[in-house]
């Protein structure tokens, strides 16, 4: 917020409210992992994942303009 940049986070897993953190200024949070997958699970569809989270944040930003 200090700068009025956009601050985007790309995080394993988001557990409960994103509200504090859009209040201390991140713009958004991409979650790597599914809410629903453990972590044995998430650990062997790694790569598919992080692809995924990226994808997200390359849509959300042009969506977004």
């Known amino acids: 917020k200090q700068f009025n940049r956009p601050v985007y ?3 394993g ?3 409960g409210s994103m509200t504090i953190l859009k209040k201390l200024g ?3 949070i ?3 992992s599914s809410k629903k997958a453990d972590l044995q699970q998430t650990l ?3 790569e598919e ?3 995924k989270a ?3 944040v390359i849509k959300s930003l042009f969506t977004s303009r």
Do not use: H, R, S
């Open 9 to 11: 986070a790309m995080v």
């Open 13 to 15: 897993k988001i557990n």
């Open 26 to 28: 991140m713009t958004n």
């Open 30 to 32: 991409y979650p790597i």
């Open 44 to 46: 062997k569809q790694g």
């Open 49 to 51: 994942n992080i692809e």
């Open 54 to 56: 990226i994808q997200d």
